[in-house]
């Protein structure tokens, strides 16, 4: 028994260090605040039957903090995605707002649901919207692709959220969700995001996804590699104008 | 018959164990070779093209884990370097790996500051350089013009946007002849990375001494938090796929000693087995016992002897080969040293003296009484 006690004793600190469900989201939150960033990504889709798309590259910008959170995405090639953009940004409230344009004077409003350059990519899973909902539970732990990871259940009672539950199984030294799914209000699984390979990030103790692949319901399987980054991308000024434009706009002039 | 011929004659009696001892000892031989060859040619064709540039210092952000260090703005720490005792010229230096031809893998695309010193070891074979830092021209390298199939006048598209090719050059430094080159500017546009660079390369006058280098690094480290100055060689030992490389290699090295030492083990156990009866007869007709075990070393020795020789062979071709594959070329430039291809030899016949000392000391202590009744 006293044996037993001292055992308890010595792995109580090791119990009162795993995070709580609100408190890894929050440091999932908190892992995601960048000022500015760069990263540019291959993107090959596959359809259910087994045909490949074309390849194609996009470039992806953004900045991440606790008032404001914008994204931009843009084709670089081949031609057929070259030149289209897509901007987006969340404020605190959640609500996701975004833009496609080929010229920033030129915008027009897009569904965050929508899928990018007939990917599976989604501006909404971009943006992890699910880290702030107030509802977390820590479910049991898992090993994916080798690596240990606590799967963290988000559900919200958000009417107009196409997604109303999702399961991350983080990887919580790394601040990475290794499997990421998104399900419906029906609990049917609309996608799910599986981390492939990772690379360190400049605060050695993080890390962030290299490869990454996207499943949805109908059997889409994009995969995401990303080939160059910048951590300290420094965000033009102008780079999300189009999201002002469109702000200005009258409702008819869209 | 002498010693050297019995052991050659019981090998060839048993062709089949001794085919398979040897190609099972050759193969782990070949994957040293290789392996090792690679490593130090990624290694030095790196160091080459540093050297070759004539950079005495690479001042670059503290390393991550990641291959190639993430960008930094230039302008935050070039003209504290410039400043720096015996420091002639700190120019950019921003590289990404990226495709430049769907038909051919990403290759290395280096931005270099227009009219900097990093041009100067270049040898232009066929057309022109650049007319000025912004002109949107790339130089290829010889082996790169082969894997692209583009010529002076040619267009590149990298990154969705379309370059002409100015001229074809040649470089010490394979990696550099692997490559394609364009002005820093230019670069830093193509990849939305304004005013940064990887590296900051530092050259330094006549007369500074391997003191004022350390001098230099001493003064980086103090007076420019989250920096480095490091000589190539340093920057390339650090290099994440040199570590790697080098790790496998070593491992590599490892397994196969294991691997031959335990084949020529069970082989000339099981000889020693199956040849009880005989070498009971020739400890009868007054063989020594240091003769027996003369014997086996020599047996074991021919073998894996014999599989380090073809495994060099088969380790080289294995190398050459990968050169040349469309995957790896401009890539890798293996490099092979006599001693350490020596040392390959050597490793081979630690592999016979290891697998071999039991069953000769086993050979040896059979007494020929026991081993003539032995069925």
Same mark, same amino acid.
């Given at each position: 028994?006293?044996?037993?006690?001292?055992?308890?004793?010595?792995?109580?600190?090791?119990?009162?260090?795993?995070?709580?469900?609100?408190?890894? /989201?929050?440091?999932?939150?908190? /892992?995601?605040?960048?000022?500015?960033?760069?990263?540019?990504?291959?993107?090959?889709?596959?359809?259910?039957?087994?045909?490949?798309?074309?390849?194609?590259?996009?470039?992806?910008?953004?900045?991440?903090?606790?008032?404001?959170?914008?994204?931009?995405?843009?084709?670089?090639?081949?031609?057929?995605?070259?030149?289209?953009?897509?901007?987006?940004?969340?404020?605190?409230?959640?609500?996701?707002?975004?833009?496609?344009?080929?010229?920033?004077?030129?915008?027009?409003?897009?569904?965050?649901?929508?899928?990018?350059?007939?990917?599976?990519?989604?501006?909404?899973?971009?943006?992890?919207?699910?880290?702030?909902?107030?509802?977390?539970?820590?479910?049991?732990?898992?090993?994916?692709?080798?690596?240990?990871?606590?799967?963290?259940?988000?559900?919200?009672?958000?009417?107009?959220?196409?997604?109303?539950?999702?399961?991350?199984?983080?990887?919580?030294?790394?601040?990475?969700?290794?499997?990421?799914?998104?399900?419906?209000?029906?609990?049917?699984?609309?996608?799910?995001?599986?981390?492939?390979?990772?690379?360190?990030?400049?605060?050695?103790?993080?890390? /962030?996804?290299?490869?990454?692949?996207?499943?949805?319901?109908?059997?889409?399987?994009?995969?995401?590699?990303?080939?160059?980054?910048?951590?300290?991308?420094?965000?033009?000024?102008? /780079?999300?104008?189009?999201?002002?434009?469109?702000?200005?706009?009258?409702?008819?002039?869209? | 018959?002498?010693?050297?011929?019995?052991?050659?004659?019981?090998?060839?009696?048993?062709?089949?164990?001794?085919?398979?001892?040897?190609?099972?000892? +050759?193969?782990?031989?070949?994957?040293? %070779?290789?392996?090792?060859?690679?490593?130090?040619?990624?290694? &030095?064709?790196?160091?080459?093209?540093?050297?070759?540039?004539?950079?005495?210092?690479?001042?670059?952000?503290?390393?991550?884990?990641?291959?190639?260090?993430?960008?930094?703005?230039? #302008?935050?720490?070039?003209?504290?370097?410039?400043?720096?005792?015996?420091? *002639?010229?700190?120019?950019?230096?921003? +590289?990404?790996?990226?495709t430049?031809s769907?038909?051919a893998p990403p290759a290395? %695309?280096?931005?270099?500051?227009?009219?900097?010193?990093?041009?100067?070891?270049?040898?232009?074979?066929?057309?022109?350089?650049?007319?000025?830092?912004?002109?949107?021209?790339?130089?290829?390298?010889?082996?790169?013009?082969?894997i692209?199939?583009?010529?002076?006048?040619?267009?590149?598209?990298?990154?969705?946007?379309?370059?002409?090719?100015?001229?074809?050059?040649? +470089?010490?430094?394979?990696?550099?002849?692997?490559?394609?080159?364009?002005?820093?500017?230019?670069?830093?546009?193509?990849?939305? @990375?304004?005013?940064?660079?990887?590296?900051?390369?530092?050259?330094?006058?006549?007369? #500074?001494?391997? #003191?004022?280098?350390?001098?230099? *690094?001493?003064?980086?480290? @103090?007076?420019?938090?989250?920096?480095?100055?490091?000589?190539?060689?340093?920057?390339?030992?650090?290099?994440?796929?040199?570590?790697? +490389? @080098?790790?496998?290699?070593?491992?590599?090295?490892?397994?196969?000693?294991?691997?031959?030492?335990?084949?020529?083990?069970?082989?000339?156990?099981?000889?020693?087995?199956?040849?009880?009866?005989?070498?009971?007869?020739?400890?009868?007709?007054?063989?020594?016992?240091?003769?027996?075990? @003369?014997? %086996?070393?020599?047996?074991?020795?021919?073998?894996?002897?014999?599989?380090?020789?073809?495994?060099?062979?088969?380790? #080289?071709?294995?190398?050459?080969?990968?050169?040349?594959?469309e995957l790896m070329r401009?890539k890798?430039?293996?490099?092979?040293?006599?001693?350490?291809?020596? &040392?390959?030899?050597?490793?081979?016949?630690?592999?016979?003296?290891?697998?071999?000392?039991?069953?000769?000391?086993? &050979?040896?202590?059979?007494?020929?009484?026991?081993?003539?009744?032995?069925?």
């Amino acid at each position: 028994m006293k044996r037993l006690l001292v055992l308890l004793m010595c792995f109580a600190p090791l119990c009162h260090a795993a995070p709580g469900a609100d408190e890894l /989201a929050g440091l999932m939150q908190q /892992a995601k605040s960048t000022s500015g960033f760069s990263a540019r990504m291959n993107v090959l889709v596959t359809r259910p039957d087994g045909a490949h798309g074309t390849p194609f590259k996009i470039a992806v910008i953004g900045r991440f903090r606790a008032d404001k959170q914008q994204l931009r995405i843009n084709g670089i090639s081949p031609d057929s995605v070259r030149g289209r953009f897509f901007a987006a940004e969340s404020a605190r409230a959640g609500e996701i707002r975004a833009v496609s344009y080929r010229t920033p004077d030129k915008v027009s409003g897009v569904d965050s649901d929508a899928h990018l350059f007939d990917s599976s990519l989604v501006l909404w899973d971009m943006f992890s919207p699910w880290w702030n909902w107030r509802r977390q539970a820590l479910l049991a732990g898992e090993r994916i692709n080798g690596r240990e990871c606590v799967t963290i259940r988000s559900s919200t009672d958000v009417k107009n959220s196409t997604v109303r539950e999702v399961e991350s199984c983080v990887d919580v030294s790394a601040r990475l969700s290794l499997r990421t799914r998104l399900y419906d209000a029906h609990h049917a699984l609309l996608r799910t995001l599986v981390v492939g390979k990772t690379i360190q990030k400049a605060d050695p103790s993080m890390q /962030a996804a290299k490869k990454l692949t996207i499943t949805d319901a109908e059997g889409v399987v994009t995969q995401v590699e990303v080939y160059s980054g910048d951590e300290q991308y420094q965000i033009a000024d102008d /780079a999300f104008a189009a999201l002002d434009a469109d702000r200005d706009q009258k409702p008819g002039e869209r | 018959m002498n010693l050297f011929r019995f052991a050659l004659d019981n090998l060839y009696r048993r062709p089949a164990r001794s085919g398979l001892t040897v190609s099972a000892i +050759s193969l782990g031989i070949a994957a040293v %070779v290789a392996l090792t060859s690679i490593a130090w040619g990624f290694e &030095a064709s790196w160091q080459k093209a540093n050297d070759a540039r004539g950079t005495d210092l690479i001042v670059t952000r503290i390393a991550s884990q990641n291959s190639m260090p993430s960008p930094f703005l230039a #302008a935050k720490v070039q003209d504290a370097l410039g400043r720096l005792p015996h420091v *002639k010229e700190v120019v950019g230096l921003l +590289s990404e790996m990226l495709t430049v031809s769907e038909e051919a893998p990403p290759a290395f %695309v280096f931005g270099w500051v227009y009219g900097s010193y990093l041009w100067d070891h270049l040898r232009l074979i066929d057309g022109r350089w650049p007319a000025d830092s912004d002109e949107p021209v790339v130089m290829v390298g010889s082996l790169a013009s082969e894997i692209l199939h583009r010529k002076t006048g040619d267009q590149v598209e990298i990154e969705g946007q379309v370059f002409k090719v100015a001229g074809i050059f040649e +470089s010490s430094a394979v990696v550099e002849n692997g490559a394609v080159i364009m002005t820093l500017n230019r670069a830093q546009a193509l990849t939305d @990375k304004p005013g940064k660079v990887n590296f900051l390369n530092i050259k330094l006058d006549a007369g #500074a001494s391997e #003191a004022d280098l350390a001098y230099i *690094k001493d003064q980086v480290k @103090k007076t420019m938090p989250g920096f480095l100055a490091i000589t190539s060689g340093e920057l390339v030992g650090n290099n994440a796929i040199v570590r790697i +490389s @080098k790790a496998m290699s070593n491992a590599t090295i490892l397994i196969a000693t294991l691997v031959g030492a335990l084949v020529v083990f069970n082989t000339m156990l099981m000889s020693i087995n199956e040849r009880t009866r005989e070498i009971g007869i020739l400890l009868a007709l007054g063989w020594q016992r240091a003769t027996i075990i @003369k014997l %086996v070393f020599t047996e074991a020795m021919l073998l894996s002897l014999l599989g380090g020789l073809l495994g060099i062979l088969l380790g #080289a071709g294995l190398a050459v080969g990968l050169e040349h594959l469309e995957l790896m070329r401009g890539k890798i430039d293996a490099i092979f040293s006599i001693p350490f291809l020596f &040392a390959v030899l050597g490793l081979s016949v630690l592999l016979g003296i290891f697998g071999g000392l039991y069953p000769a000391l086993k &050979a040896s202590r059979l007494l020929p009484s026991a081993a003539l009744r032995h069925e």
